[in-house]
C-alpha cells in the first residue's frame, strides 16, 4: 500500500521496491552503527509490518513492527533522517503504526534516550516492569539500570 502524504512525501508500507543500501544509510545518517544492509534486510524482512517514508524517491524515515498479530508486538527502528527531522514526519510514522496495530493487545517500544517526551504526546506510557538484556555493551550501559548485588 502506498499512501501520498503531501505533494512529493509518500508511505510504502512494502518492501518490494526498497534499496537496501539506502535504508543502511538512513540508519548511518542518525549514527546507529552496527546496521549493515544484510542484518537490515533479515530483520525487515522478518517484520510484520513496515512503515517507510519516501520524499520523491529518497527514503526519508522508516519504522518496523515485530508480532505475533494478536497479543503482543513491538515497534523498532523508528528513524528519521536528520534533514527531515522536527516536521512531523516522526509522527506521521508512529500513526502509521499504531493505526496499522491498534488490535494488538499491547505494544512496546524502546526510546532512544531523550525521545520519550515524543513517544508519550503519542499515547504511549513508561512501563513499571519492563526487563531487557542486551548482549552488546554500548545499548546496556545506555538503556539499563545497574544490576542489583543480592
Known amino acids: 500500500m502506498e499512501i501520498n502524504i503531501s505533494s512529493n512525501m509518500t508511505i510504502v508500507n512494502h518492501l518490494d521496491s526498497i534499496d537496501w543500501v539506502e535504508l543502511e544509510s538512513l540508519f548511518q545518517a542518525v549514527n546507529w552503527d552496527g546496521f549493515p ?82 513517544y508519550e504526546k503519542l499515547g504511549l506510557r513508561k512501563h513499571k516492569t519492563a526487563m531487557a538484556r542486551y548482549n552488546h555493551p554500548d545499548p546496556a550501559k545506555e538503556y539499563l539500570e545497574e544490576a542489583k548485588t543480592l
Do not use: W
Open 37 to 118: 544492509k544484510e542484518k537490515l534486510m533479515k530483520a525487515f524482512t522478518a517484520s510484520y509490518f513496515v512503515t517507510l517514508i519516501y520524499s520523491g524517491e529518497k527514503l526519508i524515515g522508516c519504522g518496523r513492527v515485530v508480532t505475533d498479530g494478536v497479543f503482543y508486538g513491538a515497534i523498532y527502528d523508528v528513524i528519521v533522517h536528520p534533514e527531515y527531522q522536527g516536521i512531523g514526519i516522526g509522527k506521521k510514522i508512529m500513526n502509521d503504526i499504531l493505526t496499522k496495530a491498534k488490535d494488538i493487545f499491547f505494544i512496546h517500544l524502546t526510546a532512544t534516550t531523550g525521545r520519550e517526551g515524543f
